[in-house]
């Protein structure tokens, strides 16, 4: 079974405050992808970023930041210098490289306080 | 360039009525196609998903049913509408592989009354 887990449901932060987003997963296959996608009010979902099981290398976005761990199956997203547009629901996903489901967690809601 | 179209943008419809919310997807063939929602202030539940021409595979039994007529168009339909139904609906693509991300349309606010 795959599943994925965000257990902060809400996070406020203060503009300019750096913030981690949690993302834990589950899944028994060897092969795998992590995603992360923002929903702002709007309610369209943006796609962020996608990593496979065989890359831990942490990426760095403007100031956007993923640190992804095999070792404690975590995909966490960090952003820095806060702002009031990064306010949105937050996913993290998960797909295998077998079957076809593309599952998500249950979302984080920044509130970004100017 | 790949586009996903999916309508309406907002319904409110009574309890016990039926429903169809539609999705087709343009300048690609053959997509992953699925169907998700999201109840107020909760995550993305994935309903069904589809890999091809009257392919439906169902996530989660409840009142609500898949199809998949053409290549590129999905639907989703209920016969009898329960309050419980009421929520975000998004529709979204991807190519074949697991390692593709999905491209979401602009979902329908389905309210019932």
């Known amino acids: 079974a795959q599943k994925v887990t965000q257990a902060q449901t809400e996070i406020s932060v203060v503009e300019k405050e750096d913030v981690t987003l949690d993302c834990v997963y589950e899944t028994r296959d060897t092969t795998y992808y992590l995603f992360w996608y923002k929903q702002p009010p709007s309610g369209e979902l943006v796609f962020l970023i996608r990593?496979?099981?065989?890359?831990?290398q942490n990426e760095i976005s403007g100031r956007y930041s993923w640190n992804f761990q095999k070792s404690t199956s975590s995909f966490n997203f960090t952003i820095t210098a806060s702002q009031v547009v990064d306010s949105a629901v937050y996913f993290c996903?998960?797909?295998?490289?077998?079957?076809?489901?593309?599952?998500f967690g249950t979302g984080t809601s920044l509130t970004v306080i100017p | 360039s790949q586009t996903i179209h999916q309508w309406p943008a907002t319904l409110v419809q009574p309890v016990g009525s039926p429903l169809s919310l539609e999705c087709t997807v343009e300048?690609?063939?053959?997509?992953?196609l699925y169907w998700y929602r999201q109840a107020a202030g909760r995550g993305l539940q994935l309903l069904f998903y589809?890999?091809?021409?009257?392919?439906i595979s169902s996530e989660v039994p409840q009142n609500l049913s898949a199809s998949r007529p053409q290549d590129r168009q999905f639907i989703l339909s209920s016969k009898k509408l329960l309050l419980s139904d009421s929520g975000f609906y998004l529709c979204a693509w991807r190519q074949y592989g697991g390692n593709e991300k999905l491209f979401f349309g602009s979902g329908t606010q389905l309210s019932v009354l």
């Open positions: 300048g690609t063939s053959n997509p992953n």
């Open positions: 996903a998960l797909s295998a490289n077998t079957g076809n489901q593309f599952y």
């Open positions: 589809s890999v091809g021409i009257g392919q």
């Open positions: 990593r496979n099981s065989f890359d831990e």
